[in-house]
């Protein structure tokens, strides 16, 4: 049994602490809105904590998936920020998607703290995270990782050191900026099929066997059809991401039309009133856009 804190119990963070706890750990989690915290303890058992500085003392591993950099900054920092209550040479695990800046300004302070810091981003989204079957990605020393990855294999089916702090953080940015254009391709070839008076799931059974198949295609054509928007990342989050991804190109210099492309489509369907809707909706904004 090995003691740990989990910050954050969002769509991801509550099946992810629930794993945790399943496989013997001995979790204390916190959560900015306490009644999500007490639902937790009441499926899953364990302890929480009314600060992330209480819920981090004593604790081997810190596990943290909340919202955005300001976010992360919150429970790390400060008075009540877990930093201040966790023991030397414990380790701080970064499951949020946030910018490498913040990354590499947290993995500093860490260090003057006697901590370990890992930035290990995720994807596979809710179901993902219930079925604990994610994909992780991670930056840091290689002493950490190697420390954190058994634990991360609790609700992972890959776990896998890119490089050093923040790479976890750029590989995150390339997932993201590869999701956007798929999903548009497979929105605009949906919407393409509709106007030529095809039946889509015919079209998709085939065309997904061969080189256009894509997890996107597989997960999200029929819910897209069906006009149900409810299934997984909000748009919300993914502007937040390529929001990321934009500014860290322009920092680099790295060209990425299509990614700004998509992430203005996604600000009109934030217009729409989707920011909550999930990012397969860009075929809804193509249906509209048809008339």
Not at 210 to 236: C, I, K
């Amino acid at each position: 049994m090995t003691k740990l804190a989990f910050l954050g119990l969002g769509v991801m963070g509550y099946p992810m602490a629930g794993h945790l706890q399943a496989a013997g750990h001995d979790v204390c989690v916190y959560n900015r809105t306490t009644a999500k915290a007490e639902a937790w303890i009441k499926e899953h058992g364990g302890r929480m904590a009314p600060t992330p500085r209480e819920a981090a003392g004593g604790a081997e591993f810190v596990m943290a998936c909340v919202g955005n950099d300001d976010d992360l900054r919150g429970v790390c920092l400060g008075p009540d920020g877990a930093f201040g209550g966790m023991k030397d040479g414990a380790i701080f695990v970064d499951h949020t998607t946030v910018s490498a800046k913040v990354t590499e300004e947290l993995y500093a302070k860490a260090q003057e703290a006697g901590l370990n810091f890992v930035d290990a981003p995720i994807s596979g989204g809710q179901a993902g995270a219930e079925n604990g079957q994610l994909s992780i990605m991670c930056g840091g020393d290689q002493a950490a990782y190697d420390a954190t990855e058994p634990v991360m294999n609790t609700y992972a089916k890959l776990c896998r050191r890119i490089g050093d702090t923040g790479a976890g953080q750029m590989t995150k940015m390339c997932n993201q900026i590869a999701i956007a254009g798929v999903v548009q391709g497979l929105s605009e070839a949906l919407h393409f099929a509709e106007k030529a008076g095809l039946d889509g799931r015919a079209v998709v059974e085939v065309i997904s066997q061969g080189a256009a198949g894509s997890w996107q295609m597989a997960n999200r054509y029929e819910t897209m059809l069906d006009d149900a928007f409810d299934h997984g990342f909000a748009v919300d989050w993914m502007r937040k991401d390529l929001g990321i991804c934009l500014s860290t190109a322009n920092e680099t210099g790295a060209s990425l039309p299509i990614t700004a492309l998509v992430d203005q489509f996604y600000k009109e369907v934030q217009t729409m009133g989707g920011g909550r809707w999930d990012t397969s909706s860009l075929f809804k904004r193509l249906r509209k856009l048809a008339g």
